[in-house]
């Protein structure tokens, strides 16, 4: 509970600022942008169960997302400047979530689904004995919702990748795989090295991006495997990042970044907003 | 966003309100069964019936100490229970303080500081129902200042639910 908080922003010096800074943006930018994606869905998923689902999980991000531009607070931000008035290149998500989906492909957004939730869960976890106490009190609200995604998305791995359907399911996970792959190692890049050091030392998260990988694919390859599928990935290190991928943490984006940002920030330019909408006014 | 889930209850939390269904008729005897049909218990487990994979509802532990109630409070901090427990969910009829969203409640100097949680992390309604608790709060007398405080920790469960609120959302229609 908040009253029991004890180490706030004020405590921390300036290079632990930016190391805490760094490691939520990275976390709200990668719910937020995944949310953004997610929505492209809504009335358009194979079923209307998958729609609802789907579009549940948008909102839960959009919350996660939330959750975490709210302690970016206390470093002196407010919520609209982070999500409208950010330049394209200040955004830190991994280019996993800003890929469009070519050509209304479901298995695309399955998979990437998929990579990202066992991703998330790996993550929360080493968040939540975090130092800093607002971290950890969040992490269990949203354990207890990301827990639904993981199902729903292994849920639907499987039945894409069934056998006895015989209607090319397991053709498309393979193409998202192949193609989604390389950008899912991005969510494991750093920001830059001496940040993430920071981020360890003072106990803001008690794993390093190489374990919190190493977990993963530990979990994400056999079970890809089992559903018969090949998974791309490198012999020696699961890090091993293409050099042609940009990595998003570090702020260098695909180009389909500039357009999704350019969409969702467009209402706000137009309408010449200089803060976060509200939905009514209070009554006089 | 344009969805209709309850604005202050996720569907997950839904599902756990709707544990437990009625499970009357599909209790595996023949009686289930139009008169003629084969009943074949192999074939009936292959193919359960389950048009819902989800049959797992988490329904959370019992947090000691929460939800607050102003049970015992006095003076100030009674009257500004007696005002909480008028805001009502912006859905449901259920008083907020029976839903178990309070955790906390101090008034020291005329100075209140509510700490509240929210059902789900994104709920539409949070920035109406927290204004509406600090209006509320603030009309009461003796109180000059309010600090709403949202908390997360410990989540929300249906286990917060007083059993006035259980009340409240059984005559609603749910089952809890």
């Known amino acids: 509970m908040a009253s029991a908080e004890s180490v706030t922003a004020d405590d921390l010096s300036a290079d632990e600022r930016d190391a805490l800074e760094a490691l939520l943006l ?33 909102q ?3 919350g996660h997302a939330r959750l975490w531009y709210d302690v970016l607070e206390d470093l002196g931000y407010e919520e609209h400047e ?27 957004a399955i998979v990437r689904h998929y990579l990202y939730d066992v991703a998330e869960k790996r993550r929360l976890e080493a968040l939540e004995d975090s130092a800093y106490p607002k971290l950890a009190d969040r992490v269990g609200k949203i354990q207890a919702e990301e827990r639904y995604h993981l199902e729903h998305a292994q849920n639907w791995m499987e039945r894409l990748a069934d056998d006895d359907a015989d209607d090319g399911g397991r053709e498309r996970l393979q193409q998202a795989v ?25 106990g803001f998260r008690d794993a390093t ?18 559903l018969g599928l090949d998974v791309p990935i ?32 467009s209402t706000y330019r137009e309408l010449g907003r200089s803060g976060a909408t509200k939905i009514m006014e209070k009554p006089e | 966003m344009n969805r209709n889930t309850p604005s202050d209850v996720d569907v997950d939390a839904d599902a756990a309100l709707e544990a437990d269904p009625p499970t009357e008729g599909v209790d595996g005897t023949d009686d289930d069964f139009e008169a003629g049909a084969q009943y074949d218990p192999d074939l009936d487990a ?37 005002a909480l427990y008028g805001v009502e969910d912006p859905e449901m009829p259920v008083s907020i303080v029976d839903l178990g969203l309070i955790y906390g409640l101090v008034v020291e100097d005329g100075h209140a500081t509510v700490d509240m ?9 949070r920035d109406m129902l927290q204004d509406e608790i600090r209006e509320t709060v603030a009309d009461v007398d003796g109180v000059e200042s309010v600090d709403l405080r949202l908390v997360w920790s410990p989540g929300w469960t249906i286990e917060m639910v007083t059993e006035q609120g259980r009340s409240d959302l059984r005559e609603f229609g749910l089952s809890v």
């Open chain 1, 26 to 58: 990275r976390l709200a930018d990668d719910e937020f942008v995944l949310a953004e994606r997610y929505t492209e869905w809504q009335v358009r998923s194979p079923t209307l169960e998958s729609d609802l689902a789907l579009s549940n999980n948008a």
């Open chain 1, 60 to 62: 839960d991000e959009l």
């Open chain 1, 82 to 108: 982070l999500i409208y008035e950010r330049e394209a290149d200040a955004w830190r998500h991994s280019t996993l979530v800003e890929r469009p989906f070519p050509g209304g492909d479901w298995a695309d």
């Open chain 1, 178 to 202: 192949d193609r989604l792959f390389p950008y899912a190692l991005t969510l494991f890049a750093p920001v830059d090295d001496e940040t993430e050091a920071t981020i360890e030392e003072a």
């Open chain 1, 209 to 226: 991006l190489e374990e919190l990988a190493t977990d993963w694919a530990s979990e994400v390859v056999p079970f890809l495997e089992g």
């Open chain 1, 234 to 265: 490198g012999e020696d290190d699961v890090l091993d990042l293409d050099p042609d991928v940009p990595r998003g943490r570090d702020g260098d984006h695909t180009d389909a970044w500039a357009d999704l940002r350019e969409e969702f920030t």
């Open chain 2, 46 to 82: 292959e193919n359960e019936a389950t048009p819902c994979s989800y049959t797992d509802y988490r329904s959370g532990e019992t947090v000691e100490d929460l939800p607050a109630t102003g049970e015992g409070a006095t003076g100030v901090e009674a009257a500004v229970w007696d």
């Open chain 2, 117 to 125: 949680t929210l059902t789900y992390s994104g709920c539409p309604a």
